[in-house]
Each structure stands twice: as C-alpha cells, then as structure tokens.
C-alpha cells in the first residue's frame, strides 16, 4: 500500500514529510513540503499513522469522559438557549451527533468532549481514578 500525499494526493515517492500547514500535522511528498513547517524528522513510511495521544493534545492520559455527559451536555446547552442545530453549527458537526450525545447512543470522545466543553462551558471530563472509586 502506497502513501499519498494528504496535501496534493499523489504517491509519495521515497521518504514523506510530516509538516504543519495552518495548524494541521500532515504527511506529504517533497514537492508539498515547502508548503508548511516540518516538524521533526522524516516521517517513517509504513502506510499507517499513529494517532495523537490523549497527553499530545493537552490531555492527562488518566482522564475519562463523566458518565453523567448526557444530562450535562443538555442542561447546557439549554441554559446557554441554543437548539441542537445550533450547537451543531457552532462546533461543525451534524445535529444528529449533539442528539446522541444528548440522548447516551453515543459517547463522545476526547476531541469532542474538549469541544463541547469549550463552547458549554462545562466539563465533561473526571479523572479515571474518581471514576473508580464510585464504582466500587
């Protein structure tokens, strides 16, 4: 399996760069490369990237989205008087994901719990180790 460039989507020849074009981290060919910032050194060419840890994104490893996430997240919005379209617009996904989030079909991970809290202004996230204790 061949690599593409993420930026111009032709197979990357000999070795990708990983460089940062307006604040994304992507793996591109040497001709996109001087389109953004390289950030370390070339990028291993396997054909699978690994995904940003939790601790890389400004997150303690040890944290868990709060069980209660449904209720918060709709008392929320409700006080802030926003519908789910809205919320939905505001932080670019679909009205449908805010209702499953809303109605526990569907928990949302760390990127979009950050989300929502960031615009709820609530939070969305426990330590692992309370979560523990009150399941004991």
């Given at each position: 399996?061949?690599l593409?460039?993420?930026v111009?989507?032709?197979?990357?020849?000999?070795?990708?760069?990983?460089?940062?074009?307006?604040?994304?981290?992507?793996?591109?060919?040497?001709?996109?490369?001087?389109?953004?910032?390289?950030?370390?050194?070339?990028?291993?060419?396997?054909?699978?990237?690994?995904?940003?840890?939790?601790?890389?994104?400004g997150?303690?490893?040890?944290?868990?989205?709060?069980?209660?996430?449904?209720?918060?997240?709709?008392?929320?919005?409700?006080?802030?008087?926003?519908?789910?379209?809205?919320?939905?617009?505001?932080?670019?996904?679909?009205?449908?994901?805010?209702?499953?989030?809303?109605?526990?079909?569907?928990?949302?991970?760390?990127?979009?719990?950050?989300?929502?809290?960031?615009?709820?202004?609530v939070?969305?996230?426990?330590?692992?180790?309370?979560?523990?204790?009150?399941?004991?």
């Amino acid at each position: 399996m061949a690599l593409t460039c993420e930026v111009c989507g032709s197979p990357i020849r000999g070795p990708p760069s990983r460089v940062e074009i307006d604040g994304a981290v992507l793996l591109v060919c040497t001709n996109c490369a001087r389109r953004g910032t390289p950030i370390g050194a070339p990028a291993q060419a396997k054909g699978v990237l690994t995904p940003r840890m939790p601790a890389e994104a400004g997150l303690s490893p040890d944290l868990e989205v709060d069980p209660d996430y449904p209720l918060i997240v709709k008392a929320a919005r409700e006080k802030l008087g926003l519908t789910q379209e809205q919320l939905g617009r505001k932080i670019n996904v679909k009205p449908s994901v805010i209702s499953h989030v809303e109605t526990g079909k569907m928990k949302p991970d760390l990127a979009l719990a950050r989300t929502l809290m960031h615009e709820l202004k609530v939070n969305l996230l426990v330590a692992s180790s309370e979560l523990d204790q009150t399941r004991s």
